[in-house]
């Protein structure tokens, strides 16, 4: 056998060598990139899932709040008349306890801070003068207002303007707020109270 021949074997041998051992790495490679992808992708998955569960859990809190905010009103009833004093206090504290907490728990905004307004509303009507309704009128305007806002919410539709009565108490909120700090401060407070925030 001539030596050109045995030298063109072995470069041929070692060409395929090569080849077959780049061929080799190249399909490491991409069988490493394939897992990282995988693994990556099932992180992305994951995550997603994650986020899926919170969200449907910060929803089903928000159903929650919603169904404790009707119940209370359905359990602390307020009647327009004869109805004594004491419980009717009764029932606009037990209200404004439950609308104060499930408040923090509505995810739209403008609902959020719809219940909040209401809450303050029912807390400062229970100081006498404070507001221009009685406690029954004003219970009884928010027990209106309240079920309005959250059946638009419940159908997925934009939160309607306030009913009469309620959005002449809206509308209040300046005089309302300054005979309430006028009233701490005849009695002696040196406390100011701060306007409604939205939470």
């Known amino acids: 056998m001539e030596w050109g021949t045995i030298i063109t074997v072995l470069i041929g041998g070692l060409i395929g060598l090569s080849g077959d051992t780049i ?17 990556e992708d099932a992180e992305t998955a994951r ?13 089903d ?21 004869n109805q004594p004093t004491e419980e009717a206090s009764l029932s606009v504290a037990n209200i404004c306890i439950t609308l104060g907490f499930e408040q923090s728990f509505l995810l739209d905004r ?12 029912l807390d400062l009507a229970a100081a006498d003068g404070v507001v221009e309704y009685s406690l029954p009128e004003v219970g009884f305007l928010s027990r209106s207002e309240t079920r309005m806002l959250m059946g638009a919410w419940s159908r997925g539709e934009d939160l309607p303007d306030s009913i009469g009565g309620w959005k002449e108490i809206r509308d209040s909120r300046p005089q309302v707020e300054a005979r309430w700090q006028e009233k701490l401060r005849s009695a002696g407070s040196r406390v100011v109270i701060p306007p409604l925030s939205t939470y």
């Open 110 to 121: 403008e609902l959020r801070h719809r219940i909040a307004e209401i809450g303050y509303f």
């Open 23 to 39: 061929g080799r790495i190249g399909a490491h490679r991409q069988a490493q990139r394939a897992r990282r992808e995988g693994l």
């Open 47 to 59: 995550r997603k899932a994650i986020e899926d569960n919170e969200r449907k859990g910060r929803e």
């Open 61 to 81: 809190r928000e159903r929650l709040a919603v169904e404790n905010i009707l119940k209370a009103y359905l359990g602390n009833p307020i009647m327009l008349l």
